[in-house]
């Protein structure tokens, strides 16, 4: 009897399940769900594979480099919220932690928005780097 009363709990189960899934009777159209990120990712492929962002020796400017994650994460923040506008760029080098900041073609360049920085971020020096540069914006 039990066995009976199990058959029809797992017939009445699967019944259900079988009426909560549709079928389209469209079988020429296929439905594409992606995330938007993806056409973003693909437009700046393309526009690195013509040459429109590219890049080059420049200047980046250094705020920290150290072996303390935590200090280096805290500072990338307190300097996104003062700069928003200027990328930030932090790289583990086995020991250290690196962040820097910019994207400068000329070392005047870097070392106008050192001036900057520097009253908030002790320390901060200007170093060589491979920049990302936008040939539209120029």
């Known amino acids: 009897m039990k066995f009976y009363w199990t058959l029809i709990l797992f017939t009445f ?39 429109i962002i590219r890049s080059v020796s420049g200047y980046r400017v250094q705020l920290y480099n150290g072996n303390d994650r935590n200090l280096a994460m805290q500072l990338k923040t307190d300097f996104m919220r003062r700069f928003p506008a200027e990328r930030s760029y932090l790289t583990y080098q086995l020991p250290n932690f690196r962040l820097r900041v910019g994207n400068f073609t000329s070392r005047a360049a870097a070392g106008d928005f050192l001036k900057d920085v520097s009253s908030f971020f002790k320390g901060a020096t200007v170093v060589p780097d491979q920049v990302t540069v936008n040939t539209l914006k120029d």
């Open 13 to 51: 189960i699967g019944t259900l399940q079988l009426k909560a899934q549709s079928y389209s009777t469209d079988t020429n159209s296929v439905v594409v769900y992606k995330d938007e990120r993806i056409d973003k990712l693909t437009a700046k492929k393309e526009q690195i594979s013509r040459g």
